[in-house]
């Protein structure tokens, strides 16, 4: 999977049930909240693997590049 396309995932996890994503006309209304736990969430997965960052830095590139493709969103 993609950054790109993890990035989406996530966002789309966080948006609440009730809210409708719309691939054509934009995000939902609760965007900043779904955006908020997407990045806390990848902060979180990006915290754990710097403890053996040696062994992790290409998994550690990857989130990292996740995070920058949620901020775009």
Known sequence: MTPREKAKELF???VAP???WDDVDGY????YN???CSLI???EVIE???EHHWQNRLIIN?????KQ???KL
């Not at 939902?28 to 965007?31: G, M």
């Not at 990857?62 to 996740?66: A, H, L, P, R």
């Open 34 to 36: 779904a955006k908020q």
């Open 69 to 71: 493709e949620i901020e």
């Open 62 to 66: 990857y989130w990292e590049e996740v």
């Open 12 to 14: 789309r996890k966080f």
């Open 18 to 20: 009730t809210q409708q």
């Open 28 to 31: 939902i209304t609760d965007e």
């Open 41 to 43: 969430a990848v902060d």
């Open 48 to 50: 754990a693997l710097h």
